[in-house]
């Protein structure tokens, strides 16, 4: 969706490394959700995020939404293969009445 | 598991058909949403539904429509199919609508995936 960008599309990572994929929208969003997604199959919700600042985390996933509401970054720690698959952010801008997702980032972890 | 249930798991069709998917929400959710997903296009919201009425509609085409029952299950009708429309297809469901924003946590089924050939 060219409402939500989202990079990097792919990412390679040894397993234990840091990394980061991030999510711009152009327009300021009321909720910023993050999902993974397993090759083929369905979402799965890890965080939403809905305060300018905000910060969440979750084991080692943590989410960041900038203050203007419209950035927002993935960062996982020391990254383990279990960590694979297709990372999405998904969000609703203030105007309008639609739902878009990002093109999705396809994490790969070397084990 | 997310508690959203959908069927078929996948379908094998011919163009110019027309198909039904179906969607179960969770148990106490009220909306349902539809999504399409495919190579080209990414992940794309289709419609909602909030306790059996529309309440927002994204890139449907006219081709496709949608309904939610009384016992909140919802379908996705698909006519005249086209090979484009080959995809995997997606229901969420939430707890509410939000009158303001769709932004409510919204649960995933596994998707049933269209081939029509």
């Known amino acids: 969706s060219q409402e939500l960008e989202q990079s990097p599309q792919s990412l390679i990572v040894q397993e234990g490394k840091n990394l980061t994929i991030n999510c711009t929208s152009s327009?300021?969003?009321?909720?910023l959700y993050w999902y993974k997604q397993k090759y083929g199959e369905g979402l799965i919700f890890l965080m939403m995020?809905?305060?300018?600042?905000e910060e969440k985390s979750h084991e080692k996933i943590t989410a960041k939404l900038d203050e203007k509401k419209q950035q927002s970054s993935l960062h996982i720690t020391a990254s383990q293969p279990s960590h694979a698959g297709i990372y999405l952010c998904?969000?609703?801008?203030?105007?309008?009445?639609?739902?878009?997702f990002g093109t999705g980032t396809s994490l790969t972890v070397i084990p | 598991d997310s508690g959203v249930t959908q069927t078929p798991k996948h379908l094998i069709t011919a163009t110019g058909q027309r198909v039904t998917l179906r969607c179960s929400p969770r148990?106490?959710?009220?909306?349902v949403y539809w999504y399409q997903q495919s190579l080209d296009q990414g992940l794309q919201f289709l419609i909602q539904?909030?306790?059996?009425?529309?309440?927002a509609k994204g890139n449907i085409l006219e081709r496709f429509s949608a309904q939610q029952f009384p016992d909140l299950h919802s379908e996705l009708n698909l006519s005249s199919l086209e090979l484009g429309d080959s995809a995997l297809y997606f229901c969420?469901?939430?707890?509410?609508?939000?009158?303001?924003?769709?932004?409510?946590?919204?649960?995933f089924g596994p998707g049933t995936r269209l081939l029509v050939l």
């Open positions: 969420a469901s939430s707890v509410a609508g939000g009158p303001v924003s769709l932004s409510e946590t919204q649960y």
């Open positions: 327009k300021t969003l009321y909720g």
């Open positions: 995020l809905q305060k300018g600042g």
């Open positions: 998904g969000a609703d801008p203030v105007t309008g009445n639609q739902f878009y």
């Open positions: 148990s106490g959710d009220l909306s």
């Open positions: 539904y909030y306790n059996g009425e529309e309440r």
